[in-house]
């Protein structure tokens, strides 16, 4: 099934694990990112917002979350959580963009956004590994941006199609033998940049063993 679609049918219950096991990594992984009061940051596969209360404790009340995703029943999700923000940091900005970043459209709206948001901060979370347009897309995305933008991900990884790997791409409508990290580490060839990949851990769970979770930040 069409990713965005199948997560319109698993959204409902997207939230029901408390975000376990990512919650350690979301918070190192923003921290890492240098977001500063009034940031204006683009939450690519944004989800259900899961990244959101992390990056609005960076932005203070005067960021900007560009929030875009496939699914209208993930987005719809995602907006209930900018209401919660919301009510304690109200001038706190949220768009949220319906997109599917596999289609025709994608380059010419994401082109679009970034020159009309200018983001300093782009965030993608388990999101990379369910494009098959992954490499284009961050390629796209980092020769648009601005220099000095900061560069953030983490996905599941593992080269292997064993077992683990096809219960994980079966979970969550991905493939897990794709790199995002390592593609977008690749892209920077400017050697004084920060550009650190990270193992951050194998999932604990029997049957996960072998996935890795690998995340990077990266300055353009
Ligand atoms: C595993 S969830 C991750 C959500 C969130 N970033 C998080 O960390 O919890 C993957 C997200 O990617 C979105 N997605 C998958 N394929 C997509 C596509 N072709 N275009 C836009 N969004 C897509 C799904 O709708 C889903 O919300």
Do not use: W
Not at 36 to 43: L, M, N, P, R, Y
Not at 168 to 174: F, H, K, S, T
Request: glycine fraction near 4%; charge should be positive; aromatic fraction near 10%.
């Amino acid at each position: 099934m069409h990713p965005p679609r199948f997560y319109n049918s698993l959204a409902p219950f997207y939230n029901i694990l408390r975000d376990y096991p990512y919650t350690p990594i979301r918070r190192n992984l923003t921290a890492a990112m240098n977001l500063t009061s009034g940031s204006t940051v683009f939450d690519l596969c944004c989800g259900t917002g899961m990244n959101f209360p992390y990056l609005a404790h960076h932005i203070s009340d005067n960021g900007k979350i560009i929030a875009i995703d496939g699914s209208p029943a993930m987005l719809k999700r995602a907006r209930k959580c900018a209401g919660k923000l919301k009510a304690q940091q109200p001038n706190l900005i949220f768009d949220f963009i319906e997109l599917d970043l596999t289609s025709y459209a994608a380059i010419d709206t994401l082109t679009t956004i970034i020159s009309q948001h200018q983001p300093t901060h782009f965030i993608c979370t388990l999101g990379f590994t369910c494009l098959p347009n992954s490499q284009s897309l961050l390629k796209l995305i980092y020769d648009q941006a601005q220099p000095q933008s900061t560069f953030a991900l983490f996905d599941v990884h593992t080269p292997k199609k064993n077992f683990s790997a096809r219960l994980i791409n079966l979970i969550g409508a991905c493939d897990a033998a794709l790199d995002p990290a390592s593609h977008l580490a690749s892209l920077n060839s400017h050697p004084t940049n920060r550009s650190a990949i990270t193992t951050d851990y194998p999932f604990k769970m029997p049957p996960f063993r072998k996935i890795a979770i690998k995340s990077i930040t990266l300055t353009k």
